[in-house]
């Protein structure tokens, strides 16, 4: 069965920082492309950042030069680092995982639908 947990939300202040975890269970971890996403109250679902199998990155251009995307193939881990949090950032965060080939290799990665979902993580930025 497969499984995505989502960890490491909080509050924070504006400026400071916070790294979600999202553990993954029930496929072949290193075969699969990963993204986070995110949705703000009374807002869309937004792709924040996805990281394909051979380590290929994207960002969202409203996070780029503060978050990073990683995995750990070895734990079937997918993080990502948030840094100089900004109200803005206030969302529930999602992390989604896939394998199949036009969503993995889409020229738009953060603009498509994944198959898997976790159930999220809130985060919160004051100011």
């Known amino acids: 069965q497969v499984q995505l947990v989502e960890s490491g939300g909080g509050s924070v202040q504006a400026g400071g920082s916070l790294r979600l975890s999202c553990a993954a269970s029930?496929?072949?971890?290193?075969?699969?492309?990963l993204g986070w996403f995110r949705q703000a109250p009374g807002k869309g679902r937004e792709g924040v950042a996805t990281?394909?199998?051979?380590?290929?990155?994207s960002y969202a251009d409203s996070v780029k030069g503060r978050f990073t995307i990683s995995r750990d193939n070895s734990k079937n881990t997918l993080y990502l680092q948030m840094n100089s949090l900004k109200p803005a950032d206030t969302a529930i965060y999602y992390c989604?995982?896939?394998?199949?080939?036009?969503?993995?290799?889409?020229?738009?990665?953060?603009?498509?639908?994944?198959?898997?979902w976790g159930q999220g993580t809130q985060v919160t930025v004051s100011s």
């Open positions: 029930g496929f072949a971890y290193s075969t699969i492309c």
């Open positions: 990281i394909r199998s051979d380590g290929t990155t």
């Open positions: 989604a995982a896939d394998w199949r080939a036009y969503i993995c290799l889409s020229a738009q990665p953060l603009g498509v639908t994944y198959r898997y």
